[in-house]
């Protein structure tokens, strides 16, 4: 199968993730934007094909239809409504399931056959419609987690200790959203535990300025899409390069019947294997509580 990437919603999300993809090495060959502004998502392709000749990868880039679905390894869904200031991702959910149901319907009707990714909010939620929709294999369906929260978390611990944030082996887990919360008990600075370095006070400064960032930024510039277009990029190199990198992001817990933010081995099948985080009392009960929110809005959905 041709390494062919379908972008579906060229907003700022799925384009700043196009921009992205163009200005790594990567493994995609062909990348094809769907948008209902059929207008500008030419002008988008036409932007982006002139950046190829300062590229590092040769990618075919065209604008499309649900047709071109078919024969994609992956199809990453991007459309949906924006969250405004004041909303919540959940706020979000009655826009975007009946549009998701839509979308879903017409690429599985296309053929395709591939991996699906989602990063449209509410995540855990559009990622569960999309699993629903769709009728695939729950490992073929991954939502981009908590991968922007977990990065975000990275980088304000290595602010902090001034070391590389590839060094730092911590995790954001549970709903990509207010629920959210970081297993300290699992956070290492390589080996080391993160209280070596930082005490508790300072690491829930960190969990809130985290949990927080998106609202932070959507109040100054009106919506985040850099920090996520490079994290969806990972998660496309990482399933097209065969990878088996561990990353946060949304995956079916069959126990509880949600998707939900938990380290996973991603490789070219999608999901290979959830990694098993051992959480201490605390820690369990607040997955549970972010488990439980997720239910409580897919329940209010009509499917």
């Not at 921009?19 to 932007?47: F, H």
Request: aromatic residues 8%; proline residues 2%; hydrophobic residues 40%.
């Amino acid at each position: 199968m041709k390494n062919k990437v379908v972008l579906i919603g060229c907003g700022n999300v799925g384009m700043s993730y196009a921009y992205a993809l163009l200005n790594q090495r990567t493994y995609v060959n062909e990348l094809v934007l769907i948008d209902l502004d059929m207008k500008r998502v030419e002008g988008e392709v036409m932007d982006l094909n002139h950046c190829l000749a300062f590229a590092p990868s040769k990618i075919d880039i065209k604008a499309g239809d649900y047709k071109d679905c078919k024969e994609a390894s992956i199809v990453v869904i991007a459309a949906g409504a924006n969250q405004k200031i004041g909303e919540t991702r959940m706020d979000l959910i009655n826009k975007n399931s009946a549009i998701f149901k839509d979308i879903v319907t017409k690429v599985v009707d296309s053929g395709f056959n591939g991996i699906f990714i989602v990063a449209t909010n509410p995540l855990d939620v559009m990622t569960y419609l999309t699993y629903k929709y769709s009728k695939f294999p729950h490992q073929k369906v991954i939502g981009s987690g908590t991968i922007l929260d977990t990065a975000r978390l990275r980088y304000l611990i290595a602010e902090k200790i001034k070391i590389n944030p590839k060094n730092v082996h911590a995790y954001v887990i549970g709903e990509h959203g207010d629920s959210e919360f970081v297993p300290w008990s699992n956070a290492n600075i390589g080996l080391q535990n993160i209280s070596t370095y930082i005490d508790m006070e300072e690491c829930e400064k960190i969990y809130k300025e985290v949990k927080n960032a998106a609202y932070e930024i959507i109040e100054r510039k009106g919506a985040t899409y850099y920090g996520i277009g490079m994290c969806l990029v990972k998660i496309t190199n990482t399933i097209l390069g065969d990878e088996n990198n561990i990353i946060t992001v949304s995956t079916y817990d069959k126990v509880n019947d949600v998707y939900v933010g938990l380290p996973a081995v991603i490789n070219k099948k999608g999901v290979s294997a959830r990694v098993y985080v051992e959480l201490n009392r605390e820690e369990t009960e607040k997955l549970q509580n972010s488990i439980d929110i997720i239910k409580d809005a897919i329940n209010e959905i009509d499917f």
